[in-house]
């Protein structure tokens, strides 16, 4: 199995944990170059607020999108987005990707803006 299957399994594994929770989560998807967090509704259908490193706000505050200040800059926009739809508590999906770096970057941010996780 390589890496990318082992991180889809991952992920697959969590997101049936989280539907079971019935909860709002803030999803992650980390590439080479950017960050990107969506924030989707319970039943998994709706994408309720979203942030990313290829926002023209975004790309103002850092130079690259592949740096933890890019993450930081985008865990504080997503808690903003999410804080103005109305959504303040949600369940964190990683997609399978290591809790570490950029990862963990836009979670701490995220909850240092009012999401709580």
Do not use: P, W
Not at 26 to 47: P, T
Request: charge should be positive.
């Amino acid at each position: 199995m390589d890496k990318k299957a082992s991180r889809i399994r991952r992920a697959r594994k969590t997101r049936a944990k989280i539907a079971d929770l019935n909860k709002v989560r803030l999803c992650v998807f980390r590439s080479n170059n950017h960050i990107y967090a969506q924030v989707i509704s319970a039943e998994g259908d709706k994408v309720l607020a979203q942030a990313s490193t290829v926002e023209a706000e975004v790309i103002a505050e850092v130079k690259h999108g592949n740096t933890v200040a890019a993450a930081t800059a985008v865990g504080k926009r997503i808690a903003e987005k999410a804080k103005a739809a109305g959504i303040e508590s949600v369940a964190f999906d990683r997609s399978g990707f290591q809790y570490h770096g950029r990862v963990k970057a836009l979670a701490e941010a995220a909850r240092e803006n009012g999401l709580s996780f």
